[in-house]
């Protein structure tokens, strides 16, 4: 979501907390009834008319989530949610799927642009160097509630062989490459949300990147919830053939609504031999209002094979929304010298919950993994981070080094660490270290006496705390994360 | 102008300054000298705001400002300038981007263009030269990993930056080599001019070689207990605290 | 957890209770404060492997041994006697779980008191291992310190034997009480031979300045098992002061619990654990700091060998009043062994602002450009390894400050390394 904080400055703000992405959109929705059963699961399949296989699959998942438990490990607490109560598909009624962008209903396309999302393809001329301070293009996939409505730059994507396509339309154009992939790395019956996600999913993103072909400008996905009792499942696979590579970013934004909102997304990965992916999210759902009402129940399941030697997966996200966060994207290092990466920022204020972390689960031989974390509550919030370090007993020589470091502002908030270290092999070395702290009183004032207001000298000194996740971030990514962690602490200081 | 009356203040019930007055005109630079725990950090600290530091009576007005009533952020960008004599680390905030940040709020508060990254490099590197510091200065985090003379050294280029019109140097010159000595007299003698005052905490008289005062005042016990020319310095050097605290009282 | 393991616990549990429900009339003791734990222990079991508490211990190999309760009273230990160290210190001696006057030596400076399990005003019953202990517990000793009184140093033993020809369990209950600015180092020494079950629950009240040094090494024999659990509540200005060096038993888990109840109280929860063979232990700690300016410290070595197993859970929680607590804890592990396993959890919990917390962990084997500059000095490699494993231990191990105490940890630490060879 490149673009998201610039419309902080161009989009009026039509909300009372902060959250500046909150206004809905009336968008004329064909929904199902609310209500979880097996005549939904294949009411969804059917809307897409998918092939046997795929509703097949769906329906064993549905099975197995039946069976399974809601996980009550994490540090987080809710009101058991009503799963009978929600609808499991919603789609802006035009139909069938528009074709180009002309053909968007332009309700939708008005809301991208008061979001700063950039749903027109800007010429971009052979020759002509991009104009100093212009961005970029990114191709964007926009998932408004449970739909993919529109898919940019496509075409562009295709001359080099890139597959830059909404899932539900992969399984129709690349169903030998979705049935290979899909739940390869999340089975289907993984854990609850992934169960579940696996019986209702509705779309989500696909792409493909194929032997030697690096991706020739970032990926974008860009989710938004709008429709009001809607859960949102979307499922994302990624694959890169050998040599690829490729840069994915995704952001989200959801409408201020009193009542929760259940987000349970899978995101598969898959990097082959010397492959390269990088995930880059900025997650922005709304969080709820400052007494915790309402707000999006972020239950996410991400996680990424190396299966080739040399493969990269390099994982980055700032965490600043939702009001629950339950996350850990992962990597299964299996290539011998395989990297798996997690730089994460996690933002909690006023009610918000976040338990989030990794798993590094070493299974090659040489296998490096790196976790950076930063944990910042402040107001009555909770933020945990959770994370296993899993060195299988094959993994020669494999290394970890792990950082968490924890600030809080204010003393009405909770701060925790929980790593896991599990060791099988005495030639792999790990190292975990974690810190908890506070803005001290005399950085505030250094900052001041140098002419920085108190909420500006926070920001700062918060970015600095933040700055060895940012820096992995794509360049206009970090820029837009850095307001946003400004915004999102906003008030929380003095 | 920086005039201060009567002023009392202390941390907790702890009083340490008792009854301080101080006129410094504009264009001029004052040393305040005076033994361990007299209350020169004290003043600092009150003139420019930091928290936990209760005012218990006096003014201190700077052009016209009633220092005392403002934020330090509103100090600042008024023109007054502390160099700590612990510089604070930023981890993660690096040189360049927390003095474009200052420098473009103190600009705002005064309703001034701020500068973009361009200006502000280029103006930057132009005080690192002349300052004679090291290019990388710019890109380190706000004194993280400097050591004690680095930390000093990057005061007085963000006092060089931030051109204020009123420094408060406190004891900048303590754990410097003659060279790092150098490097800050300079630095404050660069800014000396008819709009330009300073305020030199120090313990020692060796600062004073490199910065002539204009006024020498000794501080002792939370009062000045003598003022005099740059001689006054060196009258200390030779005969000790004891004797002039003495003679004094 | 699989089916069969939830039958295995239920059964091993519903045996601890038959067995509570044919000796409750002859136990001694608070009988109310038994019967709570009975009831607690009927809800509550065994821990199985679900519980994020016993993730990395699982208790199978415990269940599948039936345990009776010690009828035979072993007559002579004198062999095992004479083999602990002789620190010059009294020793109160229990066998099975039962209080030895004959084996005993009279305390100066304290008040002992047994015969009766010592309940503590700590009851803990949550804890499903210390619900166990206080349903059975059998015998314990009562330590009482005076205020203001140094009461130097008492050595507590506990000896498992295996003359019943049938696997035995015991569930001492000690406490120890320190009045006001009293003093007093406990050294306790866990040992035995054959198959049995140790359930030792101490419970520590530490009161204003006073300070407590409790210096542990389970030694336990090779088929034992041994879960104990210590409660310690520190209050102003007070130090409860830990190290415990677990070499023995087969599956073996030291839980130590440590509540910072007034300002400045400290506690120190040091471990070093060396397993082989196919040992498992398990060192867990939980530091409640619940005043301001309290401080803990942990520093926990692992060295595992052969197919050994270890665990290290710790637990930092501050409470939202602590401001200012200083909380420090390092794990660090030496896997020896292509087939060992270390599974560590450090967890911090808090809920202050103005706090230092940090912790530390780090796994890996022996570093070899150490063990290359000293061979190339001529140390042969076994010696050279020693050093080095001996030199990895010393964090933990300098701390103590009784010189007899840290002797006789270092000569255990020698004659375990001699086992390994």
Redesign the interface.
Known sequence: MPAVTETLDTVAAVTEGGYKWGFSTDIEMDMAPKGLNEDIVRLISERKAEPAWLLEWRLKAFAAWLKMEEPD?AKVHHPPIDYQDLHYYAAPKKKPGPKSLDEVDPELLAMYEKLGIPLKERAILAGVEPEEGERPPVAVDAVFDSVSVATTFRATLAKSGVIFCPISEAVHSHPELVKQYLGSVVPAGDNYFAALNSAVFSDGSFVFIPKGVRCPMELSTYFRINARNTGQFERTLIVVEDGGHVSYLEGCTAPQRDENQLHAAVVELVAMTDATIKYSTVQNWYPGDADGKGGIYNFVTKRGACRGARSKISWTQVETGSAITWKYPSCILQGDDSVGEFYSVAVTTNRQQADTGTKMIHIGKRTKSTIVSKGISAGRSDNTYRGLVR?M?GADGARNFTQCD?L???????????????????????????????I????L??????????E?AVG??V??????VLKELPMEFAVEAQKLLAVSLEGSVG | MLEIKALRAGIEDKEILRGIDLVVPTGEVHAIMGPNGSGKSTLSYVLSGREGYEVTGGSATFDGHELLEMEPEERAAAGVFLAFQYPVELPGVNNANFLRTALNAQRRARGEAELDAVQFLKMARAEIKRLSMADDMLKRNVNVGFSGGEKKRNEVLQMAILRPKLAILDETDSGLDIDALKIVADGVNALRGPDFSAVVITHYQRLLDHIVPDRVHVLANGRIIRSGGPELALELEAQGYAAVVAEAA | MNAVSQTSLQASAASFRARYEGLKERLGGDSIQRAEAADAFAHQGLPGPREEAWHYTALRPLTEVAFHEPVVLLSDCAAALAALPDLGMPRLVFVDGRFRADLSDAVTGATLRTGAPAFGPSVALGEKMVALNAMLAEDGAAITVAPGVDAGAVMLVSLGSDAHGVPVSFHPRHSVVLGAGARLTLVEVNGGTGVYFNNPVLVAEVAEDATLTHLRIQQEAAGAFHISTVLADVQARGTYDSFTLALGGRLSRVEVHAALLGEKAMAHLNAAQLLGGVQHSDFTTIVRHDAPATASRQTVKNVLTGRSKGVFQGKIEVARVAQKTDGYQMNQTLLLSGDAEIDSKPQLEIYADDVKCSHGATVGELDADQLFYLRSRGVPEAQARNILVRAFLSEALDPIEHEGARAAMEAAIAAWWERQA
Do not use: M
């Open positions: 490990w060195i007993k924890s809080l502002i204010g003393d009405q908030c909770g701060a925790h660490t929980v790593p896991y270290i599990e060791s099988r092999n005495p030639t792999a070395k790990t190292e975990h270290e974690a810190t908890t702290s506070k001290a009183d005399d950085q004032f250094y900052c001041r006496q140098r002419g920085l207001s108190q500006d700062l000194i970015n600095g705390f933040c700055k060895d």
